[in-house]
């Protein structure tokens, strides 16, 4: 039965007309008889129609209309695009189109981590060998250590336009030798408008590079920020027990600094209030 509303007895306004079924009490507004179509059958005696369903106006579609996925952009799409991106870079990031049509380009991600992050702890830095070898250096201790990344720290990707959202950020943690789980982690894109910044969460089968591509160079229009993944309740299975001892430090050191804010904040109240009791004990009368 396709969807429709219905009419509470008692409910119509003057003027208005208004069409009943034969089989059942189903009424409806004359308007909208032709966009519905009713299963029913003769009621049997005593049996009636559901009542006190939300009425809502006619004007208002029956039908949700079905969500048209856009068709993805031909070749010659992608290359007219490219061709309009590449002439705005200023800084020589090009993207290139492949013959089979996929493309390359750079984006920038801002790294916004307000926590800890764990990597091996003792390791040398990465060389170019091990860059060209992909030697996982995180792989060869089993040591671990927690510190903060930089505030705000910025990386710089290469990558193609079929790299995914979740392939984007387990490339971040690798190149940062960070061993944490990545669905601890999230990409989001920034925008600004109206003076106001509005973050997105992207999902993990996002393209970033289309995102880039369509938006153009200007990172004020378009920029990528990776955060923690905020989804209302943590996931306290994903952290490691070393992890967990972590927070529960940071925390007991976050409590000892406040109480001890509080309580400079009261004594210093505390004593201008003695000193104004006191200035008021000595003016005479």
């Given amino acids: 039965m396709r ?12 003027g208005e007309r208004f069409h009943n079924s034969v089989d059942c009490r189903y009424t409806c507004h004359q308007q909208c008889h032709s966009l519905v179509q ?22 208002q579609n029956v039908t949700k209309a079905v969500e048209e996925k856009p068709e993805p952009p031909t070749v010659e799409e992608i290359k007219e695009k490219i061709e309009k991106y590449n002439a705005k870079v200023t800084n020589c990031l090009l993207m290139k189109l492949s013959d089979d049509g996929t493309y390359t380009g750079f984006i920038k991600v801002h790294l916004k981590l307000r926590r800890p992050v764990t990597v091996p702890a003792g390791i040398r830095p990465q060389s170019i060998y091990d860059a060209l070898k992909e030697v996982n250096l995180a792989d060869t201790t089993d040591r671990r250590t927690s510190f903060y990344l930089p505030l705000d720290a910025i990386k710089q990707l290469h990558i193609s336009s079929t790299t995914t959202v979740s392939e984007v950020i387990q490339g971040l943690l690798k190149k940062f030798m960070v061993v944490d789980n990545p669905q601890k982690f999230a990409l989001f894109k920034e925008m600004r408008k109206d003076g106001q910044v509005l973050l997105q969460k992207l999902p993990l089968t996002e393209f970033p590079l289309y995102l880039r591509l369509l938006a153009g160079p200007d990172t004020d229009v378009l920029s990528f920020v990776l955060k923690e993944n905020e989804t209302g309740e943590v996931e306290w299975d994903a952290f490691s ?15 000892k600094d406040k109480i001890q804010q509080v309580k400079r904040k009261y004594e210093k109240f505390k004593q201008r209030l003695q000193q104004s009791l006191k200035e008021a004990g000595d003016k005479p009368g």
């Fill in 3 to 14: 969807a429709a509303f219905p009419v509470p007895s008692g409910g119509a306004s003057r």
């Fill in 38 to 59: 009713l299963d029913c059958r003769r009621p049997d005696p005593g049996q009636l129609s559901p009542e006190g369903t939300i009425v809502l106006p006619c004007s």
């Fill in 241 to 255: 027990i070393p992890e967990l001892q972590n927070f529960l430090m940071i925390l007991d050191k976050e409590e």
